[in-house]
Nanobody
Framework: QVQLQESGPGLVKPSQTLSLTCTVS??????????WSWIRQPPGKGLEWIGY???????YYSPSLKSRTSISRDTSKNQFTLQLSSVTPEDTAVYYC??????????WGQGTQVTVSS
């Protein structure tokens, strides 16, 4: 059973870079045809897909966040990381990592609250 766990600071100051790591167990991030995504949910709003890093290492980002987003991976640690730059209070959300085949999210982390505030 694949398990995912998010980690990172819960409070980030405006204009800084938000950085979160997802640690994966029970499966490899290089497993063929699996996509490793970041998704967020702002307070009172629906889920918003941020982007993914594929089993091959290729990445794809939401057009609305592309200019500020970077997703990378460390295969030796079986982790993938989200960096979101120039954050504002509108980036306050619960951030989830998730995994599955393309456009499917079979496995989810528990989510981590990130608040952007000075």
């Amino acid at each position: 059973q694949v398990q995912l766990q998010e980690s990172g600071p819960g409070l980030v100051k405006p204009s800084q870079t938000l950085s979160l790591t997802c640690t994966v167990s029970g499966g490899s991030i290089t497993t063929n045809y699996y996509y490793w995504s970041w998704i967020r949910q702002p307070p009172g709003k629906g889920l918003e897909w941020i982007g993914y890093i594929a089993y091959s290492g290729s990445t794809y980002y939401s057009p609305s966040l592309k200019s500020r987003t970077s997703i990378s991976r460390d295969t030796s640690k079986n982790q993938f990381t989200l960096q979101l730059s120039s954050v504002t209070p509108e980036d306050t959300a619960v951030y989830y990592c998730a995994a599955g085949r393309l456009h499917k999210y079979d496995y989810w982390g528990q989510g981590t609250q990130v608040t952007v505030s000075s």
